[in-house]
């Protein structure tokens, strides 16, 4: 069975501040790996994925992921963040073997920027 | 606007009502997918339809709750009954199927509150 944990469920910045997500996953083959934002009132947007390639995922928005097999992990990073970052962020992971595969999404992190 | 569509976007009901909640998919998309948001819990899956099928209804409470994906219309979440912890957003997200893994575009949601 494939799992997705969030290690942080809520993180205050100020503006300007670097952002960096934790994402680990479990599961044992080959998989996809998504970061979705849902900003107030809204519906989930997705933010970037990784499906295969280059580990270093660059997103919307000045966001980035990267994926480290060795460590089950897929952290979102963002260099500078603004007021307008403040949303919910959700780590999702698909497998890839045997057919079908439900995406499996984190808890969430609720990220608050302070202007 | 070709995106997913979900109606209604608030539903009051009370308790012992029944609540309907539909969704439209992506033009061009067959495959539809069903989540419950609760608050400090997440996203959690609940149904996976293609048209006329169920493929997964694991998340799905066996009791009380039902999905379908009729050959024409939307998609149709029911829930009879309702009782207050049935109060949540409840979202769909819709996929071509060509692909596993490929990525799920969400709808606004149906925020239902049961009185």
């Known amino acids: 069975a494939q799992s997705v944990s969030q290690h942080n469920h809520h993180v205050i910045l100020s503006e300007a501040a670097s952002l960096e997500l934790g994402c680990n996953y479990s599961y044992g083959g080959t998989v996809n790996l998504f970061w979705y934002v849902q900003y107030p009132g809204q519906h989930l947007q997705l933010l970037l994925k990784?499906?295969?390639?280059?580990?270093l995922v660059k997103g919307i928005k000045g966001f980035e992921a990267e994926f480290i097999k060795s460590k089950f992990s897929f952290n979102l990073r963002k260099p500078s963040v603004q007021w307008s970052d403040t949303a919910e962020y959700f780590c999702?992971?698909?497998?890839?073997?045997?057919?079908?595969?439900?995406?499996?999404f984190g808890i969430g992190t609720k990220l608050q920027v302070i202007p | 606007n070709a995106g997913v569509m979900q109606n209604p976007r608030h539903l009051v009901r009370r308790r012992g009502q029944e609540a309907r909640l539909r969704c439209s998919p992506m033009?061009?998309?067959?495959?539809v997918y069903w989540y419950r948001q609760l608050p400090e819990e997440g996203l959690k899956f609940m149904v996976y339809?293609?048209?006329?099928?169920?493929?997964?209804e694991s998340g799905m409470p066996k009791e009380r709750f039902s999905a379908e994906f009729p050959k024409e219309g939307p998609s149709i979440l029911r829930i009879q009954q309702v009782v207050r912890g049935d109060s949540a957003a409840y979202f769909c997200a819709s996929t071509s199927g060509r692909d596993s893994g490929e990525t799920q575009y969400f709808g606004p949601g149906t925020r239902l509150l049961v009185l």
């Open positions: 339809l293609q048209k006329e099928n169920i493929i997964d």
């Open positions: 990784y499906f295969s390639g280059d580990p």
């Open positions: 033009k061009g998309h067959s495959h």
């Open positions: 999702a992971v698909n497998g890839r073997s045997g057919g079908y595969q439900k995406v499996t």
